[in-house]
């Protein structure tokens, strides 16, 4: 094939899969973001790194059916247009027309393979960040007047009456138990304002008294201050609070495969492995099966002499039912399967438990069928038994008759 002509099938497949990928991942972005994090995550400045957490996942999820249906688009539109007669006519073959899309699918599986193994599990753990904040209420910005909240395990509880600005606070109510001190204290203040710092938020109180009791006693000191700072484990200047815990799907691509020992031990973490290497590995190489499909629809059933016909648009749905029924294909069956490893692992886990169970089992037949074998041994007895004395009394029956035979006739 010319290299202009190369290079322009090329670019033609390579933007409208652009154009096809923006409009797949803006709104799926959009509408997760909406379904996740409330309207106050707004005025908390959690909207961006939301975005920058779950867009490369998005991307690299939707590259394969956006490759697909780019294909499928433009072969249908070169084939309306009679451009692949014209290619036929120049003696090309089918691999020289595919050719060109063959090699963009190439490099857009490498481009799914960086985005998944690289790019999206070093953005992803800032999408879980963003809801550990929005869950557990880490923003102060975020909370909402004349409601209840607790912090580090309900050792400290607060309430505020309303906002003045997004920052200063009227009416705040904080009740904190110190296990070390040994005291609960009770701080109401007219007015507060939050301040953020690096490690966290400090509220500074104006105007309010602090009630403090000892937990093993009921006496109760009061004291007014006209201005106090307390510090609240929330969201600070230097970028979200830490997790305690971390997904797998966090893990860059050499962490991620040396996690695969580890998960071997427990069925359920080797589910969970298993699912993301499927995500991991198998959505970008789909690129190259969504083109060649695409591809052969449109050479076989599409009207290649440039005829209107359904054979475009047939193809152009297809893509994107393959791609849908393979990702709920894989993940229904990889459900399936953890479900049956963690059934084999209670089984396991469970061996002696049945054992024993099934040897009481085995211990009460064996009790009935004695007791049966007993019962039928006995009622043989009895029925023996009442034989014979039908035997005796019809022997002592004869007997009389004879007598009274023999009597009778000596009379």
Known sequence: ????????????????????????????????LLGQLPAAAVRGGLVWPAIVGVTPTVAYVALPMAVGVATAMTFASMASESLISVLYALRLSVWAICGPTLVLALLSVGAGLALANFIAPQYQGSMQDVLNVVRNSLNHRMLEPAHFYTFENGAKTLYLERWETPDIAVNLFVRQISVEKMQEQTITA??????????????????????TRPID?????????????????????????PRSWHGVYELPAKDFMAQFAVARADSRML???????????????LTLGHSLLAMALV???????????????????????????????????????????????????????????YRAAELRAARQAHRSRRGVALFGAERRSRRALRVTLSAARARTWVQMTSTMTDL
């Open 271 to 285: 589910a969970e492995w298993t699912t993301e290497a499927a995500m991991r590995i198998g959505v970008p190489l």
């Open 190 to 211: 007219a007015r507060a304002e939050f301040r953020r710092n690096e490690s966290g938020v400090v509220v500074a109180l104006t105007k309010g008294s602090i009630q």
């Open 299 to 357: 050479l076989n059933f599409g009207n290649i002499t440039g005829r209107r016909g359904a054979g475009g648009a047939l193809t152009i749905i297809a893509i994107p039912a393959a791609h849908i029924l393979f990702l709920v294909a894989l993940q229904s069956l990889l459900r399936a399967d953890a479900l049956r490893g963690c059934a084999r692992g209670h089984g396991a886990a469970g061996n002696s438990g049945f054992g024993l169970a």
């Open 1 to 32: 094939m010319p290299r202009l002509l190369f290079l322009y099938l090329i670019k033609r497949v390579a933007l409208a899969a652009f154009v096809v990928e923006s409009a797949l991942c803006v709104p799926v972005v959009l509408s997760y």
């Open 217 to 241: 006693t009921s006496d109760v000191r009061i004291a007014a201050f006209d201005e106090y700072a307390i510090a609240l484990p929330m969201q600070g200047s230097g970028g979200l609070p």
